[in-house]
């Protein structure tokens, strides 16, 4: 009868544990499923631009399934969007934590991070990893084409920007940005061309009108440059840069209404935009505007101190009104930031 008793509690212990399994079961698949729904939702709220929202869902994403390492990945995104730096690198340092070998998208991610920083050997170790897990990853040799383009070593990062484009034809920053590379090396057709298939791809970027227009105006190509400036500044009507850069091409034609007009409409876009100023003060010398063009001067200045071009046309400018107290002091505080041929101008400090 004992026997029998023992027999049937341990029935019961086996059934009430089954029962407690298909619960425990039940409960994390439901888990999952909201983890899922709640993750979609995030996706959304960050295509909305809603990256509040968004950090918030994937936030309860993440309660729910601690492990999902997209919901990781893309509250990074989200962070970055709110400029939170430090929250980014968590999530991605987490992401890259959780997919090990296959997390090349966040080690990019990381990267780029890391750049902004100013930790470039940070960023360039990561770029390295990124390739190694995937070859295929066009970002990743993207971003290698930066940061050899802020080490400015322009054949490496043309290198690299084709490896994109050889990965990703339809690449359109790649193709900007190795047109940009060939103009640090001098190769304007190649630049142009590249510029021009770019364009091809993302028809609607301003910048990269802009872009060409630099590259034709240095060709003094300028009625194609101001062609693509006025493009530029269509598509962006606050595109403060491109009614610089135009100006500066009506400056080399000569068009100096024209010229005067850009600069100054570039300066009321952006206030503090000290080249503005200084290429103003180009066209009041011009025009024997001196104390015009001394006032330009010191605006750009007021704006960035440690502006070599604007103190050696400044003191030029002082020089023509017989300043040459002034003009000197100008001339050697334009040589002190690596204007070298403001020393051509010493000969007033005598």
Do not use: W
């Not at 919901?71 to 400029?83: G, P, T, V, Y």
């Not at 995937?134 to 940061?147: F, L, Q, S």
């Not at 190649?190 to 970027?205: F, H, K």
């Not at 598509?235 to 068009?255: M, P, Q, S």
């Amino acid at each position: 009868m004992i026997k029998k008793i023992i027999i049937t509690s341990f029935f019961l212990l086996l059934c009430l544990s089954s029962f407690s399994q298909a619960d425990t079961v039940k409960v994390k698949m439901a888990d999952e499923q909201e983890a899922e729904k709640i993750y979609n939702a995030g996706l959304q709220f960050f295509k909305e631009k809603n990256y509040s929202q968004a950090v918030e869902s994937f936030t309860k994403t993440i309660g729910l399934k601690p492990n999902f390492d997209k919901a990781f990945f893309n509250r990074a995104l989200a962070f970055i969007e709110q400029n939170k730096t430090q929250e980014a690198l968590a999530d991605l340092d987490r992401t890259i934590s959780l997919r090990s070998d296959s997390a090349d998208y966040a080690y990019v991610q990381r990267a780029t991070l890391e750049m902004k920083m100013g930790k470039s050997a940070e960023a360039e170790k990561d770029i390295n990893k990124a390739i190694f897990i995937n070859p295929k990853n066009a970002d990743a040799y993207y971003h290698a084409g930066v940061i050899k383009m802020e080490e400015a070593n322009y054949k490496e990062a043309a290198a690299f920007y084709s490896k994109a484009i050889e990965r990703n034809s339809d690449f359109a920053f790649a193709y900007n940005d190795r047109a940009g590379a060939k103009k640090m090396l001098n190769d304007l057709d190649g630049s142009i061309s590249d510029y021009t298939e770019a364009l091809l791809l993302s028809p609607s970027s301003a910048f990269i009108y802009n872009n060409i227009g630099s590259a034709y105006r240095q060709k003094k190509l300028y009625d194609k440059a101001i062609e693509n400036y006025n493009k530029a500044i269509q598509l962006k009507a606050d595109y403060y840069v491109a009614y610089n850069n135009r100006g500066i091409a009506k400056l080399e034609k000569n068009d100096l209404t024209g010229a005067m007009a850009d600069f100054t409409k570039s300066s009321e876009l952006k206030s503090d935009y000290a080249f503005a100023y200084n290429n103003r003060s180009s066209v009041n010398y011009k025009k024997k505007n001196y104390q015009a063009a001394i006032n330009d001067c010191s605006k750009a200045i007021q704006y960035n101190a440690k502006y070599g071009e604007a103190y050696l046309n400044r003191g030029i400018a002082k020089e023509m009104l017989k300043d040459f107290k002034g003009a000197c002091e100008d001339f050697k505080k334009a040589a002190s930031y690596g204007v070298e041929r403001a020393k051509q101008y010493f000969d007033v400090c005598e």
